[in-house]
């Protein structure tokens, strides 16, 4: 058995922003389940969700300040939480790293430097709870200088740092080293230092004993200059301590078979049944109810980094098409009205929700027949998984964990019963267009489409798989 303390800014159900919190909500639950010791820790965020008893576990004097430490557990799960109780840095409204405006909060550099020394204490056991991990597994920049404060240490555990995704740093200016007050060893170019500014993500990158990201693809993408935002050098030297391991999904959550936010369950062998959440979707967005008309979903941020500025370009053509497109996501405010003026000009083949809905999201990947997912880079994605979990055909561009995780559908593929999707290959208009206009044929072919539904959903995709990878990874180190 080991002892893992798993550090990470963000855990769903606790607290959620993005794609890691399902992550460091749902592997440390998965270790657990393999009979690990585990510890997750995280600040004490005001907006956090603890629906466990929060209990005074014990007190730390850091740079003259006093900061407790809380205990909860993991809502409906076994998995100790532990919290870094420090209101003057977290007990801020809302959003984790930015305030109303979008702007990350002025003194980010502090707030997640002091959690860094916070876990490099709880990392040496030196918290009075006699509980010393083996493994200490860091998830992005936020956490990216416990790997390089316990670098510094006598005796300590072994340090893994996940790469969730490359184009987030943490970047802080110059001053925020000596704010910081960072030990001069862990201060020069091949340390923490990047182009005279402070990189958090480096500590990870440098001083980590592995480095993982979320799909063996993306692994190699970042060794390259398109994927690797100027470390890409750093990376390819340390390749030899560099994997990927793809995420799993929340198997309990995403499940058709019972899952209390769609309109009718469904499995496999009941596939009939989907399309009564097709037309609720359709109902409910104001779409023509057409059960024929294939309808296409899409959630996520409307960000370049998901293609959106790819599939606005498309749009002109698509609508001559016969189909329906749903959309649920918010983020740069011009593709939103851009997508809004779509939906007003074209109300019964376009629906957009800007926002989040988790109860929409869950009836979208029941109810659409297909899933677009035309990132430019997509480190692993989790929605081209459960839409394969929910027998929606993801289309997805090659690149990162999409290519590892959806089987193109070729004359070969569906032969041999592995076809779970639609692959194109370049970031343009033009691969995404074609992509949808092979998807077209592919519905119109009720016994190919029904194939590639039923292999989707026979895949694995659990958290059991992708522990017993890290597991395999820590009894190693």
Same mark, same amino acid.
């Given at each position: 058995?080991?002892?893992? *303390? ?28 393999? $009979? ?42 076994? =998995?100790? =939480? ?88 943490? $970047? ?13 060893? $862990? ?5 923490? !230092? ?26 190699? !993408? ?11 050098g750093l990376l390819e030297h340390r390749k030899e301590f560099l994997g990927g391991i793809i995420n799993g999904i929340d198997l309990d959550q995403w499940d058709p078979e019972k899952d209390p936010n769609i309109f009718q369950c469904y499995s496999a062998k009941t596939l009939g049944k989907k399309l009564l959440n097709k037309t609720a979707l359709q109902a409910k967005l104001g779409l023509p109810i057409e059960e024929h008309i294939p309808l296409f979903g899409l959630i996520g941020r409307l960000v370049e980094q998901k293609g959106i500025d790819l599939l606005l370009d498309c749009f002109s053509e698509m ?26 000009? %074209? ?24 899933? *677009? ?16 979990? %929910? ?31 639609? =692959? ?18 592919? %519905? ?29 990874? %820590?009894?190693?180190?």
């Open positions: 058995m080991k002892k893992i *303390l798993f550090v990470t800014s963000e855990a769903h159900p606790l607290i959620k922003t993005g794609g890691l919190a399902d992550v460091c909500g749902s592997l440390p639950k998965a270790l657990t389940e393999l $009979l690990q010791d585990i510890r997750l820790i995280l600040p004490n965020y005001q907006a956090l969700k603890a629906s466990e008893n929060v209990r005074f576990l014990t007190s730390i004097r850091i740079d003259n300040r006093n900061i407790n430490i809380l205990e909860t557990l993991m809502p409906d799960s076994q =998995v100790i =939480v532990w919290l870094v109780d420090y209101p003057a840095y977290y007990n801020y409204p809302g959003n984790p790293y930015v305030d109303e405006q979008g702007e990350p909060w002025s003194n980010n550099a502090e707030r997640f430097g002091l959690f860094c020394r916070i876990v490099t204490e709880v990392a040496m056991n030196r918290i009075n709870q006699d509980w010393q991990p083996d493994v200490v597994h860091c998830n992005d920049w936020q956490s990216g200088l416990v790997p390089a404060f316990l670098s510094l240490e006598e005796g300590r555990p072994s340090t893994v740092f996940t790469i969730h995704n490359m184009a987030y740093q943490g $970047l802080f200016p110059l001053t925020s080293a000596s704010v910081l007050n960072l030990p001069g060893q $862990l201060w020069h170019p091949a340390g923490l !230092e990047f182009h005279g500014m402070l990189s958090f993500i480096k500590g990870g990158l440098v001083y980590s004993d592995y480095i993982t990201t979320v799909s063996p693809t993306y692994a190699l !993408e970042i060794q390259t200059a398109e994927f690797g935002y100027g470390l890409e609508i001559t098409m016969k189909l329906q497109f749903v959309l649920l996501g918010s983020g740069d405010k011009v593709f939103e009205k851009q997508l809004q003026e779509f939906a007003e000009l %074209y109300p019964d083949k376009i629906a957009i929700k800007i926002g989040y809905d988790e109860a929409l999201a869950h009836l979208i990947e029941a109810g659409a027949d297909a899933f *677009l997912m035309p990132s430019r880079f997509e480190p692993c994605g989790l929605n081209q998984m459960y839409s394969q979990r %929910y027998g929606t055909v993801p289309i997805v561009r090659k690149t990162g964990g999409l290519a590892d995780t959806v089987i193109d559908a070729l004359p070969e593929t569906l032969g041999n019963q592995t076809a779970t999707g639609i =692959v194109f290959n370049e970031a343009s208009p033009s691969a995404l267009l074609e992509a949808i206009k092979r998807t077209l044929i592919l %519905y119109s072919m009720p016994d190919s489409w029904k194939k590639i539904q039923v292999n989707a959903m026979g895949k694995d995709f659990s958290w059991q798989r992708s522990a017993k990878q890290y597991l395999e990874l %820590y009894q190693k180190l």
